[in-house]
Nanobody
Framework: DVQLQASGGGFRQAGGSLRLSCTASGFTFDDYAIGWFRQAPGKGREVVSTICTTDGTTYYSDSVRGRFTITIDDNAKHTVYLQMNTLKPEDTAVYYC???????????????WGLGTLVTVSS
């Protein structure tokens, strides 16, 4: 049974940092695409960043490129991290991680989703 759990959210002031974790149970992240998404209050879901665990290819949305970094735990292969630096108030959202079998960096069509973790950034 594939399960994902996002964690690490919290409250930060603008300019601060947070690291989110996406942990899998029931499978490892070999040969998957893992995506981080977010949904701000009153807005639709958007792709933040994705990683192809096969070759490490990454994708970042324009709004986070240069500030966020997505990585995979190479030892355990069941945790993906999203390091978020230079946080802005507009980064405030519930963040979700998801997994799919094929690489589609801008897609939000993922079969496996974890519960979200809230990130709040104050100005």
């Amino acid at each position: 049974d594939v399960q994902l759990q996002a964690s690490g959210g919290g409250f930060r002031q603008a300019g601060g940092s947070l690291r989110l974790s996406c942990t899998a149970s029931g499978f490892t992240f070999d040969d998957y695409a893992i995506g981080w998404f977010r949904q701000a209050p009153g807005k639709g879901r958007e792709v933040v960043s994705t990683i192809c665990t096969t070759d490490g290819t990454t994708y970042y949305s324009d709004s986070v490129r240069g500030r966020f970094t997505i990585t995979i735990d190479d030892n355990a292969k069941h945790t993906v991290y999203l390091q978020m630096n230079t946080l802005k108030p507009e980064d405030t959202a519930v963040y979700y991680c998801a997994a799919r079998a094929t690489w589609a960096p801008r897609s939000d069509s993922y079969p496996y989703w974890g519960l979200g973790t809230l990130v709040t950034v104050s100005s």
